[in-house]
């Protein structure tokens, strides 16, 4: 079985996958100080209880946008599983094309979205990620990732917002009846609920003028089913992109050897 870990801002998602399907998915909050031996104790009691046993694990991949969660992620592969993880990176096999600047600086998921989005859905298309940034990543008729927009995610949003103004409660997200709130709290769900379905419909609205051609679009992320209920803009919703672009950029690396990773010519370092 294939160990998949997404460390992203706001929580790590482990998964484990049989070849065929996904058998189990958790998350844990993000905190780059959390040990490899703290997340053992964690990942190791859910596997017992979801009936999988840590030996049938055998492969494992790690994609990270916090590099401080890299070092312990690594280490509870190494340490409790025994397997070496292949981390994802912009300079591995993606099967196609970064078309940006300086590919290094693209994230992980970003890739990982437009890898799986295109293998599923096929191009071109918009993948929309709602997480801790909400992100526009364009890929091409061919898979090429072309590039994108980030924007603040709707929970920094509303946090931005309650500590900045000292008069706004914290609050939660929701759907609300109206545009026009009539009281404070129902004014800041029309602000972010109406304003977060504007940014989605004028950015790809704007990206496929752009473009100069119809794109598909995919939403992933936490919020996504929530968001497209205000939009027809949105044509699928796919809970589980970023960990599938996991396991399909692994099946179509070599797998690293045990206590060394590949570099950028194949060439093995520490």
């Keep these: 079985m294939l160990l998949v870990i997404d460390a992203g801002n706001t929580n790590v998602v482990m998964a484990v996958h049989d070849g065929g399907s996904w058998r189990a998915t958790w998350r844990i ?7 490899s031996d703290e997340y053992a104790v964690w990942l190791l009691t859910l596997l017992q209880e979801g009936g999988l046993r840590r030996g049938d694990v055998d492969g494992a991949v790690i994609g990270t946008v916090v590099p401080a969660a890299l070092y312990h992620l690594r280490r509870l592969v190494r340490d409790w599983f025994a397997v070496e993880p292949l981390v994802v990176r912009a300079r591995l096999n993606w099967g196609f094309s970064i078309r940006m600047d300086n590919p290094e600086e693209v994230g992980a998921d970003r890739l990982l979205n437009a890898l799986a989005g295109h293998r599923k859905y096929g191009g071109p298309l918009v993948v ?9 990543d364009v890929v091409d008729r061919d898979g090429a990732y072309l590039g994108g927009v980030i924007a603040p995610g709707i929970n920094l949003s509303l946090e931005a917002l309650h500590q900045a103004a000292a008069r706004l409660p914290r609050i939660g997200i929701g759907r609300p009846r109206g545009v026009i709130g009539t009281n404070t709290i129902a004014a800041m769900q029309s602000g972010i609920y109406w304003g977060y379905v504007a940014l989605v419909e004028g950015m790809v609205t704007r990206i496929r003028a752009e473009y100069g051609g119809g794109l598909k679009v995919i939403a992933t992320g936490g919020l996504a089913p929530l968001l497209a209920e205000g939009t027809p803009m949105i044509d699928h919703i796919d809970s589980d992109l970023t960990l599938d672009g996991m396991r399909l950029l692994y099946a179509q690396n070599p797998r690293p050897a045990f206590g060394r990773e590949p570099g950028r010519h194949g060439v093995e370092h520490d």
């Design 29 to 35: 909050a993000t905190d780059p100080q959390r040990t």
């Design 128 to 136: 929309i990620d709602l997480g801790t940034a909400t992100t526009f």
